[in-house]
């Protein structure tokens, strides 16, 4: 039984239908990211999951009962919100046991929950003020907390991290991931940024353009992207695309230029087009290879990304070492690593080395 | 150091023509206190002696013995805290629905309110007095309370100050198991409290210090309030012999509202500089 069954769910806003035909399910203890760009519905689909919005058409059952038609209060979720949504008259300790006390939890059991919790996220030392004293981060945890006194069966995240600077994003990360290990329950986490998705969730949902895209764990999400939007959405700097033409059993690649790739995939359907996906990674600045002309130099420090043209005018994104001395207009000659290639069709489908 | 000693200059400057402008608005005031303590004889020969004693209590005394003034208090207090309270409460409700409910022709109704904050009393006297006076309702409570409970401002207010509150707080309390009743009265409601006392305190001074709808409501002595009664004994006393009693009597009306300010000084000046609205 998946703790949480989402059932060919539809929700349109007026004309315009947000999400369409949504199916997915969620076993117990699973962290799962909806990952998309915005305006995609990711929210949406949390709010529908809380109770927050209804559901056109379909079913969401939460271990194992239907719920989709419950009072958000009754579905056993808890929803950590964007902008923290901390009841700015009470007290950090009144905030978490508003929702205790209106299903009457004795009072024991309140301060025991509480005291846990707070222990667990160290706000203790402010149960006492009110959310408008604390900074951003100490908000975050106090929403965090609320929602952890309640023992939901799922906890709901909307862009939990995204009111928060560089520094302190990356050390709630790290919590939230422990907190996981700790709490041992489901977690759904909204996100449009791909490097949480990455590192908290177990599995990934891509959503786009009304439907998901791709349900897989992150590796599979970066490594066999099914579809050319996937690949393009997911990695930094984003995948390189060539048009290719196609030949023998294991696939031969031929860039306009004429240079052939033999890549690692194999049976190929039929397809008008097709398109060579390459990271960054696996192109890379050499004394061989396909040669290009620099654009753009940026330098990270522990490497180099190197934005060049192809002698037909293809742009294609590579890297180079940290220290490279390679500056604008260079003529470089760039190695493929063709075996860690991925070819899309003109439908955009992906396909991908056996092994990989 | 030559900016900082200008800008103590500058503060110089406003303070004393902050305390020059605070005298001249005072002034009149004192005035009134002082005559209000000479005895009438006197004033009636010259009112520049008010600035040196004797001074008496005469005139309090005769305000007390007049048996119409603790009635009209009363009256006052009592049309004005049950104006106040009912318009509180009738406002947070309204606000609160045009706020937060999705019904029929809301957009529509809360229409006709903002034409409400438009028309002037005066368009409407007589027909209200047409409609009480077939209700049988003037020279009651009722009478004088009904009218000023209908607060087109205060629902506005009170709508835009509820929709200032970001809905996810009430999502929130949704998932925290709360009633929409318990929602309005333990999350909303105290996020407004800003407002309310804007709202309560305008309302209560207008109420206290309206004179036309009673003058026209009441017509029984017992059932004016302290404006109309004052006004009413005026004409008995004023002028002639009396210019100290009168004094009096005006010290004596506004004796509440100024206890009202200084209690609700802080939220007044909020009030008034318009940043009780968020
Ligand atoms: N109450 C609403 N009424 C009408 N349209 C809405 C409403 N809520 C959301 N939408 C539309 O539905 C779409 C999905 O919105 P949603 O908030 O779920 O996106 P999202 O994926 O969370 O985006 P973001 O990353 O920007 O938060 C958007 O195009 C939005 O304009
Ligand atoms: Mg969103």
């Keep these: ?356 | 150091m030559s900016h900082s000693r200008n800008q103590k200059w500058r503060e110089i400057g406003v303070l004393i023509s902050l305390i020059g402008l605070g005298l001249i608005m005072v002034s009149p005031l004192i005035w009134t206190v002082m005559l209000s303590l000479k005895s009438n004889g006197e004033l009636l020969r010259s009112t520049t002696n008010a600035f040196h004693p004797p001074y008496t209590g005469e005139n309090y005394a005769a305000i007390m013995a007049n048996s119409g003034v603790f009635r009209w208090l009363l009256n006052s207090a009592l049309v004005s805290s049950l104006q106040t309270v009912g318009v509180l409460i009738l406002s947070s409700l309204a606000g609160y629905g045009f706020a937060r409910l999705e019904f029929p022709y809301r957009n529509q109704l809360f229409l006709i309110v903002l034409f409400g904050l438009a028309i002037p009393e005066q368009a409407v006297i007589i027909t209200r007095h047409q409609m009480f006076a077939d209700l049988h309702l003037h020279n009651t409570y009722p009478g004088l309370i009904l009218p000023g409970l209908a607060a087109p401002f205060g629902v506005f207010l009170m709508t835009q100050y509820f929709r200032a509150i970001p809905k996810e707080l009430d999502e929130a309390a949704m998932l925290d198991n709360a009633s929409r009743f318990k929602i309005f009265w333990k999350v909303l409601l105290p996020l407004t409290l800003p407002a309310q006392a804007t709202l309560g305190i305008f309302t209560f001074l207008a109420s206290w210090n309206d004179y036309w709808w009673p003058l026209i409501s009441a017509t029984r002595a017992d059932m004016f309030t302290l404006t109309v009664g004052i006004a009413s004994s005026q004409i008995n006393f004023a002028q002639t012999s009396g210019l100290g009693y009168l004094m009096t009597q005006a010290v004596f009306a506004s004796l509440p509202i100024l206890i009202v300010y200084i209690i609700f000084q802080k939220y007044i000046v909020r009030a008034v500089a318009g940043a009780a609205v968020r």
């Design chain 1, 1 to 356: 039984m998946s703790a949480l069954d989402i059932r060919n769910v539809t929700k349109a806003y007026g004309p315009t239908t947000v999400l369409d035909d949504i199916s997915l399910t969620a076993e117990s203890n699973e962290f799962i990211a909806f990952l998309g760009p915005s305006g995609c519905g990711k929210t949406t689909l949390l709010r529908m999951i809380a109770g927050l919005e209804t559901v056109d058409s379909g079913q969401i059952h939460i271990g194992g009962q239907r719920i989709d038609e419950l009072a958000p209060g009754e579905r056993g979720v808890a929803i950590v919100f964007q902008h923290y949504a901390l009841y700015p008259h009470m007290t950090i300790r009144e905030n978490m046991a508003f929702g205790l006390k209106n299903i009457k939890t004795s009072k024991t059991e309140i301060d025991a929950r509480i005291g846990e919790a707070a222990r667990i996220l160290e706000i203790e030392a402010f149960l006492d003020k009110k959310p408008g004293q604390l900074s951003g981060g100490q908000k975050q945890r106090v929403a965090i907390g609320r929602a952890i006194v309640k023992k939901p069966d799922i906890f709901l995240f909307d862009e939990p991290l995204s009111n928060l600077d560089a520094a302190l994003r990356m050390r709630t990360r790290l919590e939230l991931a422990q907190l996981r290990r700790r709490l041992k329950a489901t977690m759904i986490l909204v996100t449009h940024d791909q490097v949480e998705a990455m590192t908290l969730a177990d599995r990934i949902v891509v959503i786009h353009g009304r439907k998901i895209q791709q349900v897989g764990t992150p590796m599979e999400i970066y490594g066999r992207p099914a579809n050319r939007f996937v690949a393009s959405f997911v990695g930094s700097p984003p995948m390189n695309f060539l048009p290719v033409t196609i030949s023998g059993a294991k696939a031969v690649a031929t860039l306009s230029d004429g240079t052939a790739l033999t890549t690692d995939i194999a049976n190929l359907p039929e397809s008008a087009s097709w398109e060579l996906g390459l990271r960054p990674e696996h192109v890379r600045v050499s004394d061989t290879g396909v040669s290009a002309k620099v654009e753009f130099v940026e330098r990270l420090g522990e490497r180099t990304l190197i934005y060049a043209r192809l002698s037909d005018g293809t742009a294609i994104t590579a890297e180079d070492v940290g220290l490279s001395r390679l500056t604008m207009g260079d003529e470089v000659h760039l190695s493929i690593d063709a075996q860690a290639a991925h070819l899309f069709d003109a439908d955009g489908r992906g396909y991908h080395a056996e092994t990989a």
